[in-house]
């Protein structure tokens, strides 16, 4: 199955092109330029891969969570596309397709890795978390993503993890910025222990999205809803206003 992905959720914008024979894909860390190097991305994959949108099978997206805005750049872009070229879309889960590399990673290394827990910071004080188990070599969703103080995380790992390896809590690899932003959860880490995994790549996009093509769970144009968690944004209110 040919699969365009893209993503621009986090500090990071990637595209990825799935054209059965390889891959060919794109990744920067290039924070609030996504809709300046989104498009170009997406047409040096193209190239590279010697294809057009009418030859491809499937659109995906990295439907959230993540920055509203980039969030909404994703959307927008993968609407157009959609819309240009009649493909369905499949909007993945950012969250999924950090634990998906961690998947990958580990087969690639032989790293044994049951547990993978995604905590990425969501700012104010919240991250955007889930965990993920292994399962012959597949993920499994244990704690559906959501978005919560780390506090709440760490209660989490706790009740998941450690309730299923008699109150240890190793063995996970953990994914995402919010190991570094948060005491709370920097704690839970192993010394010295580096998180590797940050971002979501679109490459780990694909797999998922062909999953999701097979199920039919995938969108026409119109349909295609990001994924915020976060139902509003709050703020702190200007001295003397109500």
Known sequence: ?????????????SVALNTDSEVVSRFEICPQQHSQRLLPMLDEVLKDAGLVLADLDLLA???????????RIATGMVQGLSLGSGLKVAGVSTLAAMAQQALATEQATTKQVVWVVCATDARMGEVYFAIYKSENGSLKEVVAEQVCPPEIA??????????????????FEPVGTGWQAYPALEALLPIDHEVSIQ?????????LAEQLANKGDVQVASDVKPVYLRDKVTWKKLPGRE
């Open 154 to 171: 760490v209660e989490l790992i706790k009740d998941t993890i450690a309730a299923n390896q008699g109150d240890a809590i190793d063995g």
């Open 199 to 207: 971002f979501p790549d679109a490459v780990y996009m694909l797999p």
């Open 61 to 71: 997206f990295g439907r959230g969570p993540g920055s509203f805005t980039g969030v």
């Open 1 to 13: 199955m040919k699969v365009l992905a893209i993503d621009t959720a986090t500090e990071a914008c």
